[in-house]
T-cell receptor
Framework: GAGVSQSPRYKVAKRGQDVALRCDPI?????LFWYQQALGQGPEFLTY????????KSGLPSDRFFAERPEGSVSTLKIQRTQQEDSAVYLC????????????FGPGTRLLVL | GNSVTQMEGPVTLSEEAFLTINCTYT??????LFWYVQYPGEGLQLLLK?????DKGSNKGFEATYRKETTSFHLEKGSVQVSDSAVYFC???????????FGTGTSLTVIP
């Protein structure tokens, strides 16, 4: 389909492992957002890209979290040395630059750190 | 700071009942306000939005009015259907910046 896709849908990691989560935004969407959603909570903003530029990373919880979007399309969220508190659903959303208030969300990647 | 507080669930209603899900916000300036919905097994979808005071957002029979004086954006529907069963999230976006702030979500179950 033409929506936002994310992979993998589920990831189980042992504490201390590195993980990489992928987001494919809707074609032509300049803006891309990453959110973290803990169980029973609403999404919390992590970072924002406009094309390949990461304009806001104020929500990244620690320096173990790193995101990139090198060609202004696909984005990867990397978590190094995962901890149990990193267990959450990671959501990606994209939007047109001129309509940032209408975000299209992907299905999310559910990360479980054991 | 910026935050959203919404009514805790879960909420269970009979079909055709009236729905209200309360949402209040704290924000600097005049944010835009949103309701997102997440149907079972699906991703978040924008339900409705309002960008300035006294604006009413509406979609699929749902309505919410931006009330600056009470800093509220309550979601209402006159007659719910089983297909409305979902989790509803209230959110705000500051007038400057890119961050959205979401509430914790309210789970709604509508029974026939």
């Amino acid at each position: 389909g033409a929506g936002v896709s994310q992979s993998p849908r589920y990831k189980v990691a042992k504490r201390g492992q590195d993980v990489a989560l992928r987001c494919d935004p809707i074609s032509g969407h300049v803006s891309l957002f990453w959110y973290q959603q803990a169980l029973g909570q609403g999404p919390e903003f992590l970072t924002y890209f406009q094309n390949e530029a990461q304009l806001d990373k104020s929500g990244l919880p620690s320096d173990r979290f790193f995101a990139e979007r090198p060609e202004g399309s696909v984005s990867t969220l990397k978590i190094q040395r995962t901890q149990q508190e990193d267990s959450a659903v990671y959501l990606c959303a994209s939007s047109l630059l001129t309509e940032q208030e209408t975000q299209y969300f992907g299905p999310g990647t559910r990360l479980l750190v054991l | 700071g910026n935050s959203v507080t919404q009514m805790e669930g879960p909420v269970t209603l009979s079909e055709e009942a009236f729905l209200t899900i309360n949402c209040t916000y704290t924000a600097t300036g005049y944010p835009s306000l949103f309701w997102y919905v997440q149907y079972p097994g699906e991703g978040l979808q924008l339900l409705l939005k309002a960008t300035k005071a006294d604006d009413k957002g509406s979609n699929k029979g749902f309505e919410a009015t931006y009330r600056k004086e009470t800093t509220s954006f309550h979601l209402e529907k006159g007659s719910v259907q089983v297909s409305d069963s979902a989790v509803y999230f209230c959110a705000l976006r500051r007038i400057t910046g890119n961050q959205f702030y979401f509430g914790t979500g309210t789970s709604l179950t509508v029974i026939p």
